[in-house]
């Protein structure tokens, strides 16, 4: 049964500085730990693993740029763009500044004729046969995918999605863009010179987010979203993965795989959406409630077109 949403205590849109560290901290402890492995047993098992979990981990700083867009990394509004560029979006060699323009624009109304999400990861034309969306998947896997993106990019093609184009970034913005991007890949790879391993820089980081990086967060927004129509109800054209498994620490990291619940409360923490999904559960669409992401491959794709 669907139904109003309900109202939520106000302890499930507290933000907890500490939670926010540690998440940052996390992810870069694995990271740190995927380069040490790595250089310590230069086998190809090693070097897959190292791939894949960095690929992973890369993923989920795009979900804590995405709550820093949101103002839910921190309380403190210049520190929560600080970190959100700093940890995450620098890394990435993306602007939070810019992603927050056009992912507010997506919030308004997803799966509109001009919503960022569904245009950048093109995910307005489903459902598509499975032999397109296996060609779809292995454009990202391949790397075209990150090059075709970055190609729109440059030529201006997304310019227009952002919910105000013509938003100027301040001085300061900029500056922090640039030297997060510049500061961050300087550090890794002069960590890496002085530690005897440079390549690594090249295999295990830029490799992984050219190709699987793109992998993981297409499976990501087909499932959040693809295959629905614009709606005034945002319960009934997202997805939701109940089900927390290795699959969930894959394509959902941060607790993002509750997207129903984030779409109809985005001021909450993604360490409260627990608890808002089963605040929500008696009014959540069952037909948008999945255990796993496989169901949804199959869901949003036809054997013949």
Not at 110 to 123: E, G, Q, T
Request: charged share 15%; net charge positive.
């Amino acid at each position: 049964m669907t139904g109003e949403k309900p109202a939520l205590p106000a302890e499930l849109f507290t933000i907890n500085p500490w939670r926010a560290s540690a998440a940052i901290a996390l992810d870069w402890a694995i990271i740190a730990a995927c380069f040490w492995a790595a250089a310590c047993w230069p086998v190809w098992p090693v070097y897959l693993a190292a791939a894949v979990l960095v690929a992973r981990t890369q993923l989920a700083l795009a979900v804590l740029m995405h709550e820093s867009a949101h103002g839910t990394l921190y309380a403190n509004r210049r520190l929560n763009d600080a970190a959100g560029q700093l940890f995450a979006a620098g890394p990435l060699m993306v602007s939070m500044f810019f992603y927050r323009y056009g992912h507010l624009k997506h919030h308004r109304a997803p799966m509109s004729a001009d919503d960022p999400v569904a245009l950048v990861f093109r995910i307005a034309d489903y459902p598509v046969t499975r032999r397109e969306l296996v060609r779809r998947l292995c454009r990202d896997l391949c790397g075209l995918s990150c090059f075709s993106g970055v190609y729109d990019v440059v030529a201006g093609k997304h310019r227009q999605l952002a919910l105000s184009p013509a938003a100027p970034a301040s001085a300061q913005q900029k500056w922090l863009v640039r030297t997060s991007i510049a500061g961050s890949h300087g550090l890794l790879l002069g960590t890496l010179c002085l530690t005897g391993h440079p390549l690594l820089y090249a295999g295990l980081w830029l490799l992984p987010a050219v190709t699987l990086l793109q992998l993981f967060a297409r499976i990501r927004a087909i499932t959040e979203h693809a295959g629905y129509p614009e709606a005034g109800d945002q319960m009934s054209n997202a997805r939701t993965v109940v089900r927390r498994s290795w699959q969930t620490f894959l394509f959902g990291p941060h607790c993002i795989h509750y997207h129903i619940e984030h779409h109809c409360h985005p001021r909450a923490p993604f360490y409260r959406l627990p608890k808002v999904h089963q605040a929500m559960l008696p009014v959540l669409p069952p037909a948008n409630l999945y255990r796993g992401y496989g169901r949804v491959l199959r869901d949003v794709s036809t054997r013949t077109g």
